[in-house]
């Protein structure tokens, strides 16, 4: 069976899995749900300042996609860069994502969101993180020097980790993926230089980012069942380095079914997932079927009881 409801043997191997090392975090838009508006309320907001005449108002790749073709790119982006601006701080809550992750031994986290809430959860936690962005545009190429040329000696660690921005970050307007011609530039761009990576000198990652996809457990929370980064990362990122890698299970996050969803849908939903990631070199996933701050609660207590048994 390709995916399975996270079980009390699957959280055993997860924490153990940490406490090695040997686990890779991925944040999605959920991680950020609770102090950084939706992409939807994003989009809201930016069609009414910008008059967007049409009717899919909730979408940020095409309300972005209009400004940058009425007004310029620039503008699209610093408008969406502002919205990203935490609305809540609540990085002191045990439910919190962020704050939960920074507590545990990760040398290499993975985001394709916007925020700098990873960072400052880091730092919060009197660790040493650096950041780094895809430099998926020729902007990002000349103005934005990557850590591993400024610290050439630098190697990922729990105590100085690595939080690698796969969609850019809003302090850099010109890094962030945001509008239609972005996504798909963006996946040209890594399929083109994916596909031409001949030399050892010429990553289209840096090594850190793929020893981690390659070789240690993924755990992707944040993502919703139809979130277009997760298939693309997935099929793309995923299913190309896990036959590199002895590590193929991948914990999922993803939130429940509305409430008033009839029982059967969940039934639906895992046979539906069950057959969506087995047709991906049947790479085996486990499912946890809830929030961010649900997850981050059993995480952390799970990992507690873990040191405390020690």
């Known amino acids: 069976m390709a995916v399975k409801s996270l079980s009390e ?5 997860l924490i153990r899995l940490i406490d090695q090392g040997m686990v890779t975090p991925f944040l999605g838009a959920g991680a950020s749900a609770e102090r950084v508006q939706t992409a939807a309320q994003m989009a809201e907001c930016l069609a009414g300042d910008f008059h967007y005449p049409l009717p899919d108002r909730s979408s940020l790749a095409h309300v972005s996609q209009f400004v940058a073709v009425t007004e310029d790119e620039y503008t699209a982006k610093s408008a969406v860069a502002r919205l990203c601006e935490p609305v809540s701080d609540s990085a ?3 439910s919190d994502i962020h704050a939960t992750l920074a507590k545990l031994p990760f040398s290499v986290y993975l985001t394709t969101n916007y925020d700098n809430l990873m960072v400052q959860a880091l730092s919060d936690n009197r660790l040493k993180p650096r950041r ?28 100085n980790p690595l939080v690698y921005h796969l969609h850019g970050v809003r302090d850099v307007p010109q890094s962030m993926v945001v509008t239609e011609d972005d996504y798909l530039d963006f996946l040209i761009w890594f399929g083109r230089e994916w596909a031409n990576q001949t030399n050892e000198n010429k990553d289209v990652l840096p090594r850190p980012v793929i ?20 298939r693309f990362l997935f099929r793309g990122l995923v299913a190309s380095l896990a ?13 429940p079914l509305p409430s008033e969803a009839p029982a059967s849908d969940k039934e639906l939903a895992e046979a539906y997932l069950e057959k969506y990631f087995h047709s991906i070199d049947k790479i085996p996933v486990n499912i946890f079927w809830g929030t961010a701050s649900e997850f981050a609660s059993q995480l952390i207590a799970r990992w507690s009881n873990f040191k405390d048994g020690m």
């Open 9 to 13: 043997k699957d959280w055993d191997r």
């Open 92 to 94: 002191s809550n045990q």
């Open 132 to 159: 780094e962005l895809c430099a998926w545009t020729k902007w990002v190429q000349t103005f934005e020097q990557s850590v591993f040329k400024r610290e050439p000696t630098y190697e990922p660690d729990p105590s």
């Open 211 to 230: 020893k981690a996809l390659a070789g240690t457990a993924l755990l992707f929370i944040g993502y919703s069942r139809a979130d277009w980064n997760f």
């Open 243 to 255: 036959a590199k890698s002895s590590m193929k299970s991948v914990a999922v996050q993803l939130s």
